[in-house]
């Protein structure tokens, strides 16, 4: 059984920052890749962020050149580091973790951004 666990949702001011961090831990052997998605109510989950083991990454384009991931391979954790946040990135922040012939889904942390 695989275990994430969230954390760093919260309440934030526009243009303010946070950090996310999620750590899977259970049997799990081989990550292939690690990364966020958020969703809103009433659409569907989107990509924020993945990074692979090997550390390359990939953003989604609301988010590019204000966000960070990153990935500690020892710890089995992934970071997400947001800065001038905006209203529209309110929304659940989910962790994923893929690894071979598997995804894991965390169970998601609120993020909310005051105008």
């Known amino acids: 059984q695989v275990q994430l666990v969230e954390s760093g949702g919260g309440l934030v001011q526009a243009g303010g920052s946070l950090r996310l961090s999620c750590a899977a831990s259970?049997?799990?052997?081989?990550?292939?890749?690690m990364g966020w998605y958020r969703q809103v109510p009433g659409k569907q989950r989107e990509l924020v962020a993945t990074i692979t083991s090997g550390g390359s990454t990939d953003y989604a384009d609301s988010v590019k050149g204000r966000s960070t991931i990153s990935i500690d391979n020892t710890k089995n954790t992934v970071y997400l580091h947001m800065n001038n946040l905006k209203p529209e990135d309110t929304a659940v922040y989910y962790c994923?973790?893929?690894?071979?012939?598997?995804?894991?889904w965390g169970q998601g942390t609120q993020v909310t951004v005051s105008s």
């Open positions: 994923i973790v893929l690894e071979i012939g598997r995804s894991y």
């Open positions: 259970g049997s799990i052997f081989n990550i292939n890749y």
